[in-house]
Each structure stands twice: as C-alpha cells, then as structure tokens.
T-cell receptor
Framework: GQQVMQIPQYQHVQEGEDFTTYCNSSTTLSNIQWYKQRPGGHPVFLIQ?????EVKKQKRLTFQFGEAKKNSSLHITATQTTDVGTYFCAARGSNYKLTFGKGTLLTVNP | DVKVTQSSRYLVKRTGEKVFLECVQDMDHENMFWYRQDPGLGLRLIYFSYDVKMKEKGDIPEGYSVSREKKERFSLILESASTNQTSMYLC?????????????FGPGTRLTVL
C-alpha cells in the first residue's frame, strides 16, 4: 500500500528558532494534508495542498507541495511554546482513505 | 460546530472480553474511520466505512470488526480483547468529496487490556 515517510521523528528547539518537518512518498500524490495533535489531544486539520509546487501560508506556518507531488514540508518560523505537538502529514489514497506519516514531535524550550 | 464524539475517554478491560467502542458524528458525513495510535507508529487505519452498512478493511484489521447501522454512528468491536490491543483509538469522519476530504477526529478512547 501507499507509504508516507516523515522526518524527523523528534525535534527540540529553543523558542524563536525555526522548525521544519518533511514528508516523502515514492509515488505521486493526488493531495497531501497536514494535521497537528497537541499533547493529550486529537489530530486537527491544518491544511490541504493539491497543486504541484503549491505554497500556502498560515501566519508563521508555511506549507509546500513538491513539483513532482511526491514530497511536502511544513516550516514554522520563530517557534512559540504554543507550537508544541505532533505534526502529521497524510496522503490521500483510494476511497478517501488517508495514509498518515508517523509524525514529528516538536518540543519548544521557552 | 463540527463534532465527533466517542463513548469513553478511558476504558479498562480484561483479556478475552468483547469490547465495543462507539463513535458518533453530527455532521452528516458519509465517511467514517477507526484508527489506533501507538508511540512511534503514528496513526494506523483499522477499518473505514463510506456508507451505511458498508465497510472496508484498513491496514490492520485483524482482531477487529466494525458496524455501521446508521449514518452517524460507527462502532469498533474487539471480539476477544488481547493485551496487544492496548492503545489509543481514534474515530474520524469526512465528507464524500472527490477533491477535499478533511478528517474530523474524536477525542479518542484510551483502552487498556489487562
């Protein structure tokens, strides 16, 4: 089945530093979604990317979809303690099924 | 406000017991999903349903079954619970939309099998 590799597994930063998580697939993706899960919480949808080379921004978060639609990244500028959590990418397969990456756990030292 | 609810936040069961996890959504979504989440393994799809009485196996269906008798309700059944089914179980739902299928998650049920 479809597999999505996400790196790094963990990232610890000082508050104010930037953070990036990457998502890679061996197959071309129709779209990719990003979710955030706060500690003790459930995944919450952040964004969906559909077009080749697409870049979307949400305040300090920048999402990119690769030209070949095989990779994606989430970049956070100047992290804050509220950014703590696990970030998942998810690729859509058949029948609206999503395959999730294993996630990147971000911790922020104040 | 969009809502997915799960019957219990925490559940403790004994090996061999039959366990029912219930999920209800109020968004009139066609698709519903059951995942389990384990440290280091991310979210793994157990089963999903794209219509009432319809179901499809996900990546790890062994030891589980599901039931969807009404559109808003999707149940996960552990026929005979085992200790390796101790996990966080997350239910989700989404619209049946070809190009946009954001999933809405419930709060999760942390199941411990002793």
């Amino acid at each position: 089945g479809q597999q999505v590799m996400q790196i790094p597994q963990y990232q610890h930063v000082q508050e104010g530093e930037d953070f990036t998580t990457y998502c890679n697939s061996s197959t071309t993706l129709s779209n990719i979604q990003w979710y955030k899960q706060r500690p003790g919480g459930h995944p919450v949808f952040l964004i969906q990317l559909v077009k080749s080379g697409e870049v979307k921004k949400q305040k300090r978060l920048t999402f990119q979809f690769g030209e070949a639609k095989k990779n994606s990244s989430l970049h956070i500028t100047a992290t804050q303690t509220t950014d703590v959590g696990t970030y998942f990418c998810a690729a859509r397969g058949s029948n609206y099924k999503l395959t999730f990456g294993k996630g990147t756990l971000l911790t922020v030292n104040p | 406000d969009v809502k997915v609810t799960q019957s219990s936040r925490y559940l403790v069961k004994r090996t061999g017991e039959k366990v029912f996890l219930e999920c209800v959504q109020d968004m009139d979504h066609e698709n519903m999903f059951w995942y389990r989440q384990d440290p280091g393994l991310g979210l793994r799809l157990i089963y999903f349903s794209y219509d009432v009485k319809m179901k499809e196996k996900g990546d790890i269906p062994e030891g589980y079954s599901v039931s969807r008798e009404k559109k808003e309700r999707f149940s996960l059944i552990l026929e005979s619970a085992s200790t390796n089914q101790t996990s966080m179980y997350l239910c989700a739902s989404s619209l049946e939309a070809p190009s946009y299928n954001e999933q809405f998650f419930g709060p999760g049920t942390r199941l411990t099998v002793l």
